[in-house]
Structure formats: structure tokens, C-alpha cells
């Protein structure tokens, strides 16, 4: 079986490297725009296999990785099966955000975990 992760680098203003964002692919040379596949599926497959498969720090070089988070996730704490050392949670740009989920944000950055 074939696993395949696309790794974007993110630079500071003077260009630094400073971390990856880590996306699904399904297959070699894959894009999903336009929600070809459910967000949460997605992040459960990448986080499995980037730790699993090719070692979360070989993907990153030990810098921190990027990770779309969508609001089931978030509120299911799947986070937390993540070192929040290795891991920025990306919440993606078409999330319902409300009072509950605000608070759950809250305890993700005070248990460590910076938010994207």
C-alpha cells in the first residue's frame, strides 16, 4: 500500500524555514480542493501516517508541522493524541465557531498547543 503526504514549507519574513504544513493526498500527485474528501477523514489519515509510516520528525525536519483541524476533531480532543511540541492545530477557514467551541480552543492552548 502506497501512502503519500504533501509537506509545504512556511518561511518567516526573512525567509527562514520555520515549519511545514502537512497535507492529505489520497494518491501520488493528488490535490483535494473543494472538499473532495470529509476534512476529519482527512487529518485522521494524515496524523496516522505521518507518525507511523514516515516519523512525524523526518517529515519536519524536527520543526513544527501544520495541521488542518476541523471543528469535529477539535471538539472530539483528537488533538490530544498529538505532542503539541510537533504540532500547530490549523483550524480550517470554514468552521462554525461559537462559545463552546471557543472554550475548547482555550483548554487545546493551555494544555501547550499553538493555534493556527
Known amino acids: 500500500m502506497d501512502v503519500f503526504i504533501a509537506r509545504q514549507p512556511i518561511f518567516d519574513n526573512s525567509k527562514n524555514l520555520i515549519a511545514y504544513e502537512l497535507l492529505y493526498r489520497d494518491h501520488e500527485g493528488a490535490t483535494c480542493f473543494g472538499g473532495c474528501v470529509d476534512g476529519s477523514y482527512a487529518t485522521r489519515v494524515l496524523?496516522?501516517?505521518?507518525?507511523?509510516?514516515?516519523?512525524?520528525?523526518?517529515?519536519t525536519n524536527g520543526r513544527p508541522a501544520f495541521v488542518n483541524f476541523t471543528r469535529k476533531l477539535i471538539m472530539d480532543d483528537f488533538a490530544y493524541l498529538c505532542n503539541p511540541d510537533e504540532i500547530i492545530v490549523e483550524i480550517v477557514e470554514?468552521?462554525?465557531?461559537?462559545?463552546?467551541?471557543?472554550?475548547?480552543?482555550?483548554?487545546?492552548?493551555?494544555?501547550?498547543?499553538?493555534?493556527?
Open 47 to 59: 496524523i496516522s501516517d505521518a507518525i507511523t509510516v514516515f516519523g512525524l520528525d523526518n517529515l
Open 94 to 116: 470554514d468552521t462554525f465557531i461559537d462559545d463552546v467551541f471557543v472554550e475548547k480552543v482555550k483548554e487545546l492552548k493551555r494544555a501547550g498547543y499553538r493555534i493556527a
